[in-house]
T-cell receptor, first 112, second 112 residues
Framework: GDSVTQMEGPVTLSEEAFLTINCTYT??????LFWYVQYPGEGLQLLLK?????DKGSNKGFEATYRKETTSFHLEKGSVQVSDSAVYFC???????????FGTGTSLTVIP | DAGVTQSPTHLIKTRGQQVTLRCSPK?????VSWYQQALGQGPQFIFQ???????QRGNFPDRFSGHQFPNYSSELNVNALLLGDSALYLC???????????FGSGTRLTVV
């Protein structure tokens, strides 16, 4: 079945460091891929998405490229800020269904 | 424009009791999905409602049931609560077939 495997956390970085959170997926067909962010005590917010191979999603300095050959959708940011501290979830939505499949989440803490 | 509204925000129930959680979708959205997020895990799909019918269901027992009303709002009911049902329950709304998935802030259910 469809699934997402996400890099285990927690991740702690200094401000202005480079961030990579790895995400790989298993799916039949051609899923859409997403990164969601969850701040403490809140629901999920869409960070970025890509709907087909080689698409690059970007938002607020974060980027992820849909790589069909490696079934990956790694999240990157060149210079993290304290305000980026949150839990990040990789997710896919199959083109044959209506549900999202989420990874287990990666907690990021950025220290000044 | 109000997003997805969930109520209550927190509640505590005793094992064996029944609970009803409520969700009002974002304006213009007619599809409602429910997810269970256990502590430290990614959200798991419970079911989706469209046109007042359950359209798709995840791997959850029949103790979990739902309803959608003509105004598109929805309820999630859980019977015979178990300690393992303690989780954050997230509601998400979307336009049918669209990618505009919007999550609410969730209801934190604690079963004691």
């Amino acid at each position: 079945g469809d699934s997402v495997t996400q890099m285990e956390g927690p991740v702690t970085l200094s401000e202005e460091a480079f961030l990579t959170i790895n995400c790989t997926y298993t799916a039949t067909g051609y899923p859409s891929l997403f990164w969601y962010v969850q701040y403490p005590g809140e629901g999920l917010q869409l960070l970025l998405k890509a709907t087909k191979a080689d698409d690059k999603g970007s938002n607020k300095g974060f980027e992820a490229t849909y790589r069909k050959e490696t079934t990956s959708f790694h999240l990157e940011k060149g210079s993290v800020q304290v305000s980026d501290s949150a839990v990040y979830f990789c997710a896919l939505r199959s083109n044959t269904g209506n549900q999202f499949y989420f990874g287990t989440g990666t907690s990021l803490t950025v220290i000044p | 424009d109000a997003g997805v509204t969930q109520s209550p925000t927190h509640l505590i129930k005793t094992r064996g009791q029944q609970v009803t959680l409520r969700c009002s979708p974002k304006s213009g959205h007619d599809t409602v999905s429910w997810y269970q997020q256990a502590l430290g895990q990614g959200p798991q799909f419970i079911f989706q409602y469209y046109e007042e019918e359950e359209r798709q269901r995840g791997n959850f027992p029949d103790r979990f049931s739902g309803h959608q009303f003509p105004n598109y709002s929805s309820e999630l009911n859980v019977n015979a609560l178990l300690l393992g049902d303690s989780a954050l329950y997230l509601c998400a709304s979307s336009p049918d077939g669209g990618y505009g998935y919007t999550f609410g802030s969730g209801t934190r259910l604690t079963v004691v």
